[in-house]
């Protein structure tokens, strides 16, 4: 009976334009746009220009200059007057500029003026500023800075897998579009339940020589072996035509998408135990599921999110999903038991949805 | 005679409500018994505690000598079920639809093929074997709704409205299937809300009202029992008074403007009555003995008006 409904649901989900888009299609199209915004990795080769004034042999405005150039992901964009500078600013060409003023005295309050658009979030402005003013210093600084040695080294805390040299961009929208879009697989699972109630499909089933548990089972595991199908496809096209590494093991990725499919197809049976219509399904589960993808960070990084969102964002199984998957795609050497605890986060979410929807199901 | 189904004691309550109260039914093998009744009247809930579809409050289903509750595999493997919806899946070819619902009863592979294309000669859509379901017209549909439910070639066949919303091209197409099998040894419970059909095409009929049955028996029986023959009247005046002037003379029964009246002794007593009471007959017609008036006598309510 099971590989009878899985077979039936693969020729239903054929049929079906709209979820095949919603399933693949929309999840391949976030991951371009995403990884296409945040451009670095793979994209890196077009650094960021800043805009520079200085007056023609002005010294320190030439240091500036030069050490733009020498900063990875900086490149000095020459302005032949301040204010086209500013304009240039103003009219978002440029994400920031560099004025030089000919009397340029910091002892007496003449600074550098850095032109930026003081009302964008901090998280977009403050990497830009302090990489630019951190430029500036190094390069107006008095003690030889060219030759100055490295004073800081980045490393990675005990307890954490040091992270593959080059983390594209694709690093981190393939996992997070993955796993949004993964859980629309619960809107089809209840949208099923529906319409086969309102048809009289779901009469028939109870009419037929199969247990309760059964008819259950077999609307569920077709679901879930779809969700496994398109996290295998979404993970596939990344690897394949993004260039997204996989640092650590494979295993454990597989494990997480099963652990992620279960979790999205049981939550589906908890929708579905609320009853409603078909469109009001179609209406309010999307919803649903978008916040809490937001609150897992699955479109917005977590580590740029106040404490008390990201106290929230536990509640929710995404975010322990996403947090397997970047340990997994990014940190060299993660294995299975590096991700235990989301393993058991999302099996424990899984656990949780399916006794809740069990309870409030009515087969009748 | 076998029994292909026996209803014991049968009921149904939802919280405070009673749907179905407690229900004896033996339907033979071989037979096909119309079920009739209002809405509200218990039919569907009756169906569908038959059929496993339903959980009873109390009582017993028996189908084919199985006790539903104590072999429920066995005992629905007997039973095919024609929901009054359209229980099919639209997206999908006809084929495509009774593989998966012969795939419920364990039949599959080349028996499934030759089920299926048995079940679609039987409802007359061979030819359209292939096609998506909603490029159906409704009566097909319907159609191919009663092949579902015929496609694991069951004892026993419940028919819930089967001929809601079609053409009468279909509607006799339908009458047809069902007469076939009949012959072929299957036993159909069929429920409509048109009169015409169940006399068409019942042996017997069970006419159900306020959650049991009220009669049953054969056509010719309850009509003998059941729809005397009477007159019915239309006045123009206050209706309630003229049905209490007629009551002294016969039974009388009130469908709208309309009293129909089953006169004790002639129906000159009944007239004399209302005109008595200064209201004005403005038609009187003879009523004759079918099984919509036994099943007005019963019930009080005509089937259509309250569907």
Request: overall charge neutral; aromatic content about 8%; charged content about 20%.
């Amino acid at each position: 009976m099971i590989g009878a409904s899985i077979l039936k649901e693969i020729w239903l989900l054929l049929r079906d334009r709209g979820r095949l888009i919603s399933l693949f299609a929309l999840p391949v199209a976030f991951m371009v746009v995403f990884g296409s915004m945040f451009k670095f990795g793979p994209d890196k080769g077009k650094p960021r220009p800043i805009g520079v004034w200085h007056e023609v042999n002005d010294a320190r405005g030439v240091a500036v200059e030069t050490q733009l150039n020498a900063t990875p992901g900086f490149v000095a964009k020459a302005y032949p007057t301040p204010d086209a500078l500013r304009n240039a600013v103003a009219h978002e060409d440029l994400a920031a500029g560099l004025i030089i003023p000919t009397d340029f005295d910091p002892a007496h309050g003449k600074l550098i003026e850095l032109s930026i658009d003081e009302a964008s979030p901090i998280q977009v402005r403050g990497p830009i500023e302090g990489a630019v003013i951190g430029t500036v210093m190094r390069a107006l600084s008095p003690v030889a800075p060219r030759d100055m040695p490295q004073l800081v080294m980045p490393k990675t805390p005990p307890g954490l897998d040091k992270p593959i040299d080059d983390i594209s961009a694709f690093q981190v929208t393939v996992p997070g579009n993955a796993v949004l879009f993964a859980f629309f697989i619960a809107m089809a699972v209840a949208i099923t339940f529906a319409h086969e109630r309102h048809t009289g499909v779901w009469k028939r089933l109870l009419a037929a020589p199969v247990p309760r548990w059964q008819a259950l089972v077999g609307k569920l595991v077709p679901y879930f072996l779809i969700a496994m199908v398109q996290l295998g496809f979404l993970f596939g096209l990344g690897a394949g035509v993004f260039g997204m590494k996989v640092a650590g093991s494979v295993l454990a990725l597989v494990l997480l998408s099963a652990a992620l499919a279960a979790c999205a197809t049981c939550f589906g049976l908890l929708v579905s135990s609320f009853g409603g219509t078909e469109r009001q399904i179609g209406s309010t589960v999307p919803v649903v599921i978008l916040v809490m993808g937001l609150l897992s960070g699955c479109m917005f990084p977590r580590l740029l999110m106040p404490a008390f969102m990201k106290q929230i964002g536990n509640a929710v199984p995404q975010s322990w999903a996403l947090d397997g998957y970047y340990a997994v795609l990014v940190r060299a050497g993660t294995g299975v038991a590096d991700v235990a605890p989301q393993l058991i986060a999302l099996t424990a979410f899984s656990l949780g949805f399916a006794l809740l929807g069990l309870w409030r199901f009515k087969f009748e | 005679m076998t029994a292909m189904l026996e209803l014991t004691g049968l009921g149904k309550d939802y919280g405070e409500r009673t749907a179905v109260k407690a229900l004896d039914l033996t339907v033979t093998k071989g037979e096909i018994l119309g079920l009739l009744g209002p809405n509200g009247a218990g039919k569907t809930t009756t169906i569908s505690m038959a059929s496993g579809v339903v959980t009873p409050t109390r009582g017993k289903v028996v189908i084919g000598g199985v006790a539903l509750a104590s072999d429920p595999r066995a005992a629905k493997a007997k039973l095919g079920l024609v929901p009054q919806d359209l229980a099919l899946y639209e997206e999908l070819s006809a084929t495509q639809n009774l593989t998966f619902f012969a795939a419920l009863y364990g039949i599959h592979g080349k028996l499934a093929a030759e089920r299926v294309d048995w079940a679609l000669g039987v409802v007359g859509l061979a030819d359209r074997a292939k096609d998506i379901v909603k490029t159906y017209s409704g009566g097909m549909q319907r159609r191919l709704n009663i092949a579902a439910g015929l496609v694991h070639k069951p004892e026993l066949l419940i028919l819930d409205e089967p001929t809601v919303g079609v053409d009468p091209q279909s509607r006799n197409h339908i009458f047809e299937t069902v007469r076939k099998l009949r012959e072929s040894g299957i036993t159909v419970i069929y429920t409509s809300y048109y009169m015409e059909e169940v006399e068409a095409l019942c042996d017997r009929v069970a006419i159900m009202d306020g959650g049991a049955i009220v009669a049953l028996g054969t056509i010719g029986e309850l009509v003998a029992k059941y729809a005397g023959k009477g007159v019915e009247l239309e006045v123009t005046g206050d209706l309630d008074q003229a049905a209490t002037a007629a009551r002294a003379h016969g039974t009388v029964t009130r469908e709208g403007n309309v009293l129909r009246i089953e006169p004790t002794a002639g129906i000159a007593p009944v007239l004399a009555a209302i005109e008595a009471t200064g209201m004005t007959i403005a038609r009187i017609e003879s009523r004759q003995a079918t099984l919509e008036t036994a099943f007005l006598a019963l019930t009080g309510r005509g089937l259509r008006d309250v569907a």
